[in-house]
């Protein structure tokens, strides 16, 4: 079981994200910052810029003529795309590592984060839902409380066949032995990083939608995404297999096969894009 005190070790332990992606969460949260706060914090960071360029001239935005330069591609995408691109780049060296106790492979739940953000991203624009700019950060940083626990799973519950093949979800099984799941976990990660509230719950109750305090259809769409994601073959671990969607939250997005199969299909295709960048 994890104290209290422990968690907060724990916390202090993981990889703080880096100031540039800390930087653009504030730029996202101010309604009045903008194009010239994003190249500012790229002006002084040529890694990051470079990163930032080459997804922008990947197949995935598929533009004819080549981007050059931070200005010209935050005319040509918007200030709000590149910080996007700005945080895939960034939460990168966070993320992307294997998660042992969760049976994650290098690279796995990057993969898997980065597909439940295109997936969000593409639903949300299908179901004409706004007001929910922050969707491509929550469902990037779903399940960073896997990065937290994954020692901790692997030290404390000696079975992982409670986890693979028990009759137990896997959120009760982390319940039942550390005092909290991989959800809850993230959503502390988030309130020491000064995310926003809606972007907590959001990965708080990304795996029960119907527990949340309050009706949100950025956490509908994300735990739907989540869930088409693994699905298609973009898993979180073989945990993956014992989830099932919430019929609530698909009867509150009124989300129809048509919609899911179109999300399903675009995500597909843009994901081999981007792993080809």
């Known amino acids: ?34 194009a010239e706060e994003v190249e500012e914090i790229l002006r002084y960071d040529p890694g990051l810029t470079a990163d930032v360029l080459k997804m922008a001239n990947s197949a995935y935005f598929g533009f004819p003529n080549r981007i050059g330069s931070v200005k010209q591609a935050v005319v040509l995408l918007g200030w709000k795309k590149i910080s996007d691109l700005v945080m895939v780049s960034c939460m990168n060296s966070v993320m992307d590592r294997g998660v042992e106790g969760y049976d994650l492979e290098k690279g796995e739940l990057w993969r898997h984060s980065v597909a439940v953000s295109v997936t969000s991203e593409v639903l949300a624009q299908e179901l004409g839902i706004k007001g929910i700019d922050e969707i491509f950060t929550a469902s990037l940083l779903h399940d960073i409380g896997k990065v937290l626990l994954g020692m901790e799973v692997k030290e404390q ?3 992982p066949n409670l986890f693979f093949e028990g009759s137990q979800s896997f959120d009760s099984v982390e319940k039942e032995y550390l005092g909290l799941d991989h959800a809850e976990a993230g959503a502390e990660i988030l309130s020491m990083w000064g995310l926003p509230e809606r972007t907590i719950n959001a990965v708080r109750f990304h795996h029960k939608p119907d527990e949340s305090p309050y009706a949100d259809n950025m956490l509908d769409i994300i735990h739907i995404s989540d869930t088409l994601c693994i699905m298609l073959g973009f898993t979180a671990g073989k945990e993956g297999l014992k989830y099932h ?10 989300l129809s096969q048509l919609t899911m199969e179109k999300a399903a299909s675009y995500t597909k295709e843009k994901m081999n894009q981007l792993l080809n960048v």
């Open 1 to 34: 079981m994890i104290t209290k005190e422990k968690l907060e070790r724990l916390k202090r332990e993981l990889p703080s994200p880096p100031q540039n992606a800390l930087k653009i969460l504030n730029v996202l949260k101010d309604p009045d910052s903008g």
């Open 157 to 159: 519950i000696k079975n």
């Open 245 to 254: 969607p919430s019929s609530n939250a698909a009867k509150r997005l009124a």
